[in-house]
Structure formats: C-alpha cells, structure tokens
C-alpha cells in the first residue's frame, strides 16, 4: 500500500506557484494576484509607518517632559497669621502661605531616597521679558547653576549658543529658550529686562518690579512650549527679584525612571513635613497621556481594518483561481491526489501572497521610520515650505521610533488575517467534486 504523501510536499508548493504565476488565458489570475499582494503591502506598510510615528510621538512627549521638568514637584500650603497695623490699631490677619521654608533639610531629606538622583530647590514666577518695542510672555525658574546643568535637555540640547558654564559665573547673567530668544530678537551677550507684578510691598500693594539682565546661555529643547516660555536665572537672583528671601516656591525631584514615577510618590511623601503637596508630571501632562493611548487604540483598530479588506482581495482572487481551475482540480482528483492535499495547494496559493506582502510592507515602514527625517525634507521641499508648524504641534519635526513589539503586532495581525481568509477558498476547492469538475470537458 502506498504511503500518503506528507503535508505540504514539493509537488503541492510547486504546483502552487504553477498557478500563482499563470497568467489569465492559462486560467489563472495574474492581474488579482498583483492587486492583492500590493494591497496587503500597503495595509501593512500603513500600518507600521503610523504605529512608529505614534510611538515616536509618545517617546518625543514623554523625553522632552522629564528631559527639562521635575518627575515630581513638591509644594506647600499652610496658614500662618501676620500682624497688620491699620491706623493706631494692629489686627491680626490670617493668610494662606504657598513658599518653602527650610527647603536644604527638605531637600537633603528625599536625597536620602533611594532612587531620587536629584532634589532641586526652585523660586518660580512669571513676567514680562522686553527689549526694545518687543516682549514676550515668560516662566522664570530660579535655581543653583550646578543644578541647572544637571537639566538633562539643557545639558545635551537639540542646539544651544554661548557657553553653559556662564551661567551663574557672570553678573545678572540669565538663559533663554530659544523660543524667548527669537520673540525678543537677541542673542548671547544682548540685555533684556524683566518685569513682574510681584515686586516689594507698599501701603497701596505691590508694586511692579523691573530689572535688566544679561544673556548668557540659548537653549533649544525640542519641546516648542518650553523653549517659547522659558528663563532660568541663578536661584540667589531669583530670590532678590521676586521677593523670595531665604525660602524658595517649589522643590523639583528627579528620580531614577520617570515612567514609573508612582513608585516615589508615597516614600517621598514620607519625607515630607506637613502642609505639603507632591505632583508628578504625569499628573500634569495626564490628560494629554490618555488621549495619546485612546489615539493609539483607535489608531490601531482603524488601520487593523485596512489590512482584513487588503486581505479580502485574496478571497476574490482565490475564488476566482478555484473556479478558472475547476477542470485541474478534477484532473487531479481523479490522478489520487487527496482533498487535503488540494486544500494545501491553495492555502499555499493565497497564504504566500499575504506573507510576501506582509514581508514587503513591513521592510517599506521600517524604511520608513529610519529615514522619515530624509522624507520629510523631501516633502517640505517639494510642498514649498510650511508643512510643519512647530507652534501649532509643540515640537519642531516629525517624529517615529521603531518598536519590535509594534512590528511583531503588525506582522502578526497581517499573517492571521491572510491566512486565515485563505482557508474558505480553498477548502471549496478542496470539497470540489471532480465528476462535477469533468462533467462538461
């Protein structure tokens, strides 16, 4: 008795690329097998293109947040009563108090942390940067210089001009984003004057306070809304400008992975005295993380489609290969060949367009994501300019990261799709009567 010929034999592979290949006056589909395996290459191609841009995205937000921000920002609120002198009579006054006393022990204190590399104390306030008939809007961040170049984007900046080490080494000497820089029109060694509403304490309130300061430092982060916004100055200036003798605003931790910056929360809060407050960035920056996952999961399941209608076509191509070759089937039937080797024949048939396809889209998007700087020139350069407008999208190009897991999700996802739809056609052709088949030749 003769053995059965194992699964997916050489004469079943050779057989299918037979009828893959035959063009359409031998019975076969030539021109569907084109328009099937460029559409699953271009469902996939589109499919991890935007998965890398989404995670470049992601990667870009997060990087340019934790590389120029506190993971986790303490402050303080507490109440304190104050004397008040109205006339010939003192009154006592109640007010709430939002500065940092003590603020070398708080920060010595999360120091001793483990995984807490850096613990920062910070006078904040916001004013009016001018020079000449131009003026902007700022953030004024005060704090140590040594701290200030600890500041991973500021000490490994996408650009940057003058020397980091002036900073806090020349009189009145400040650093500008290069956002402010461009809005005011200056560059290093330039003056500019500031001006802010929390100035000294008057019968009347407070009066303005304005002062000159010299540009020592340019930095360019990547991250449009820092470097639009942003001045650093030495934190003992800080403290004279706005008003902030011997306490500071804030305090600015840094710890080990800012992606798992819940893991601090409760043994920095341990290290706390009473009255404060602890935020992390991600409480800052949580609306934005949501919508990026909504973006990305409904991204995914749009693009997901493309691919199982992409895949459709080689239903249609198949069904029609089964019928065009209804007489080969009933040839080979009656010759002894099995139905499940017949099922094979076709399952090789559409199977290997969707991984070749599969194959093809993933080699075109991992181009893609390595050169999308070079094709996004080319874009820019044939669209004349202007495509990309880093004041409306907060960062200065496109990005996209290659991630194995977004790949393997892709690759994975086609080669289901394509295999599976394969299996309905071919197990018609499979089930196909070969008297039927021949009745008619």
């Known amino acids: 008795m003769a053995q059965a010929p194992r699964p997916f034999a050489a004469f079943e592979w050779t057989i299918a690329w037979r009828y893959i290949r035959a063009r359409r006056a031998e019975g076969g589909v030539s021109v569907m097998t084109w328009i099937s395996l460029v559409g699953v290459t271009l469902a996939v191609f589109a499919l991890v293109a935007t998965l890398a841009v989404r995670s470049g995205f992601r990667a870009d937000f997060v990087d340019t947040i934790v590389g120029a921000n506190a993971h986790l920002t303490v402050r303080q609120q507490r109440q304190e009563v104050v004397t008040v002198t109205q006339g010939d009579q003192s009154v006592d006054v109640s007010r709430f108090v939002r500065t940092i006393e003590g603020y ?5 204190a999360l120091m001793a942390q483990e995984g807490v590399t850096r613990a920062n104390p910070v006078v904040y306030g916001e004013g009016l940067a001018s020079r000449g008939e131009e003026g902007t809007f700022v953030q004024v961040y005060g704090l140590a210089p040594t701290e200030f170049a600890d500041i991973p984007l500021i000490r490994d900046p996408q650009d940057s ?6 900073f806090g080494a020349t009189e009145d000497g400040v650093a500008l984003g290069s956002g402010v820089a461009n809005a005011l029109g200056v560059t290093v ?3 500019i004057s500031l001006t802010t509403a929390g100035g000294a304490q008057t019968a009347v309130g407070r009066s303005p306070r304005r002062a000159s300061f010299d540009v020592v430092y340019i930095f360019q982060t990547g991250r449009y809304i820092t470097d639009s916004t942003r001045i650093y100055m030495p934190l003992d200036k800080a403290q004279d400008f706005f008003n902030r003798a011997g306490v500071v605003d804030q305090i600015q931790v840094f710890v080990a992975d800012p992606d798992a910056v819940e893991d601090w929360i409760e043994p920095v809060y341990r290290s706390l005295p009473p009255g404060s407050l602890l935020y992390s960035w991600k409480d800052n920056e949580g609306a934005y993380l949501r919508a990026l996952t909504v973006e990305d999961n409904v991204m995914f399941v749009i693009l997901s489609i493309l ?3 992409a895949s459709m076509n080689i239903i249609s191509g198949l069904i029609m290969l089964v019928k065009n070759k209804g007489r080969d089937i009933g040839i080979l039937r009656t010759m002894g060949l099995s139905q499940g080797s017949v099922l094979r024949v076709f399952f090789i048939c559409g199977a290997g367009i969707g991984t070749v396809g ?3 889209g993933v ?3 991992c181009l893609f994501a390595i050169y999308v700087d070079q094709i ?3 874009v820019n350069y044939v669209s004349g300019g202007g495509v990309w407008d880093p004041s409306i999208r907060g960062i200065y190009a496109l990005p996209a990261k290659l991630e194995w897991d977004d790949v393997l999700s ?3 996802l086609s080669l289901f799709l394509s295999w599976v739809v394969t299996i309905f056609p071919a197990r018609r052709a499979a089930r196909m009567n070969p008297v039927e088949a021949l009745r008619y030749e």
């Open 376 to 378: 996004f020139s080319l």
């Open 410 to 412: 892709a690759v994975s």
């Open 358 to 360: 599969t194959l093809l």
């Open 104 to 108: 070398d022990a708080i920060s010595a």
């Open 189 to 191: 060694g330039d003056r």
């Open 363 to 365: 080699l075109l998007g």
């Open 161 to 166: 001009l003058g020397e980091l080490s002036d």
């Open 307 to 309: 691919v199982l209608i």
